[in-house]
């Protein structure tokens, strides 16, 4: 298992926290908690080696398109695809944003 550090830029502010996913179906789960500041701080746990750099590359995308809030994000990965991956992600975001 490797574990991943990361801090994002974010560009909204919500309130809240959310889950989406279940790592033990063989996918991944997200969990975010909404937090004041600029930025998104993100733990990762993941069962893929050397995977920093698609994790980054993944964050800064969705950095791109404004979809980032802070607070502190945790993801528990099971070798989930990158297009599952942005899906849970967005999930946790769409669900705070919706309360």
């Known amino acids: ?4 550090t990361l801090t994002v830029a974010a560009s909204r502010s919500l309130n809240g926290r959310a889950l989406a996913g279940v790592v033990g179906s063989g996918d991944m789960e997200v969990l975010f908690v909404a937090g004041p500041g600029t930025t998104l701080g993100v733990t990762i746990t993941t069962s893929v080696d050397n995977s920093e750099r698609r994790w980054q ?6 950095a791109g398109f404004g979809v980032l809030a802070a ?6 990965d099971f070798a989930a695809t990158p297009g599952v991956a942005r899906i849970r992600i967005e999930q946790v975001f769409e669900e705070v944003a919706g309360a």
């Not at 298992?1 to 991943?4: K, P, S, T």
């Not at 590359?57 to 969705?62: C, E, I, M, P, V």
């Not at 607070?71 to 528990?76: A, D, K």
């Open 1 to 4: 298992m490797q574990q991943i």
């Open 57 to 62: 590359a993944l964050f800064n995308r969705l």
């Open 71 to 76: 607070g502190q994000m945790t993801i528990h």
